[in-house]
Every structure is written in structure tokens, then in C-alpha cells.
């Protein structure tokens, strides 16, 4: 999976934006206007960050290589997810749902049904 792969995915999903608040290597992509995931441009290789529950984040470290504690955003809930490493495509498109819902289910309601979600 390359980052392409992951853009068009992520922009897909119903309500979703992107963007470049913290300069031209960090793109994020937003759902109510809240980050759910980034992809770090200027990393070595493609690098993506997701939220994910913290519970879910130590499963996922210890399962795969490829799978860290975020480098700048919160560790205990942000993971960076290697694109060329053990985690297949299937298992990152899965992350990105969970990190879309997670962010999706933290939004107020009257939020939530303003945009269709």
C-alpha cells in the first residue's frame, strides 16, 4: 500500500477533508473537523499516524514491527503505522475505519447529523 492508496481511501469515507495546518510534510485528513489521521510527508518512507484506543495501540505494538508510538502526537493515543512493513493493507484499512469511527463517535450529535454521519 502506498500513500496514494491511503489518501484516496481515507478521503472515501463519508464526511472527510484534508489538510496542511502544520506545514507542507504533514498532511491530515478530518472528519468534523477533528484529525483522525495524518500521513507524515517528510518521514523515511510512508509513515501514517492514527488515533486509535490506547488498549488497541499496546495490542497493535507488540503484534507488528511496523507499528509505533506516534512520533509527535499523544503515544498514549496516536500510533504511526509503517506502509512497507509487517501490517498488511487489509489490517491498515481496517486502522484507518477505526480511527475514523473512534473520532466519529467523539463528535457532538447535533455535529454528527449536520454531516450526514
Known amino acids: 500500500m502506498n500513500i496514494e492508496e491511503v489518501r484516496a481511501y481515507a478521503l472515501s469515507l463519508k464526511g472527510v477533508t484534508e489538510d496542511m495546518p502544520f506545514g507542507e510534510d504533514c498532511l491530515t485528513f478530518r472528519v468534523g473537523q477533528k484529525i483522525f489521521m495524518c500521513i507524515n ?4 518512507g510512508s509513515v501514517i499516524a492514527l488515533k486509535l484506543l490506547p488498549e488497541t495501540n499496546e495490542e497493535l505494538r ?5 507499528i509505533t508510538p506516534a512520533y509527535h502526537w499523544n503515544k498514549k493515543h496516536w ?12 489490517c491498515i ?25
Request: proline share 4%.
Open 79 to 90: 500510533s504511526d503505522v509503517s506502509l512497507q512493513s509487517d501490517v498488511p493493507d487489509k
Open 41 to 44: 510527508l517528510g518521514a523515511l
Open 93 to 117: 484499512h481496517s486502522l484507518i475505519d477505526q480511527s475514523y469511527h473512534l473520532v466519529v463517535s467523539k463528535l457532538p450529535k447535533n455535529l454528527r447529523l449536520r454531516c450526514g454521519l
Open 62 to 66: 507488540e503484534e507488528f514491527v511496523g
